[in-house]
């Protein structure tokens, strides 16, 4: 009775799960599921919505490749983690001419990793996994009071950081690739935030603005079905297909050079009252 997936999130439980789709040789749609890592590319039911890891890695180091920064350190929240993403982080940092440096916590233990840096670590990290080891990664610098910039991708949640207390200590950049949610002023961000504030009792988060443009996606595909009702065969087709939408100041548009329906990457940073700052 299953159609379709739509937004899953965060990257490891959607790579399994398109993994599962390929493996069990399923023809169902995965609609903007979120997947920064390149495999899955080809995939003709996968229908990935925003930028990649190499296109949020090259935005992240724009800005250091003008001042001369040559060392960047990896950070990875876990064995598996590293083992799942590393050849397509690596290949994305290499391809941008920057030396990257791999700190792994071993078992998932952020707070050993951190302990067991050396005193002069890199003056950048790039952090690879999720919120909560994140913000125990921010604390653990801070009471070593190693100030260094972290720098993250786009699965980082802005209401865990500030809830777990990781805001006003560390400088965290965070890489998104959705425009910031509290300020826009775009008519789909404005719309978002209305039904945010009708709906839930939430603070408008990077996170929570993409997953509106997944759900609006859907909808929009949904609309455009032939016939009724919806079938795992038509959505599959449907997606196959990959029509562009223009959601109001948010334009998701495929081409035959890429499975991405976004390249937009922005940077903003986290303030101290929790606030984004850009």
Known sequence: AVVGLVGTAGERLALRCAEAIRAEGLQIAHLGPWIADARFDDEPGVVKLFASREAQIRHALRSLETVGVRELGLVYATPALQQQVQA????????????????????????????????????????????????????????????????????TDLTTLTELGATGTVPVVLTQVVPNPQTHTAPFAREYRAALKTLYEETPSPLSLAGFVVGR???????????SPITRASLYELARRRPGLELGGYSIGFDAASNRGSRYVTQVLLGRDGRLIG
């Open 217 to 227: 996606y859907t909808q929009a595909l949904l609309a455009g079905a032939d016939a």
């Open 88 to 155: 397509d982080v690596q290949s994305a940092v290499r391809r941008i001419g920057v030396q990257p440096r791999d700190f792994v916590a071993p078992a998932g233990n952020v707070e050993q990793l951190v302990a067991s840096l050396p005193a002069n670590p890199p003056a950048i990290f790039l952090f690879v996994g999720g919120s909560i080891e994140l913000a125990r990664f921010v604390r653990g610098l801070a009471e070593r009071k190693l100030q260094r910039y972290v720098v993250t991708l786009g699965e």
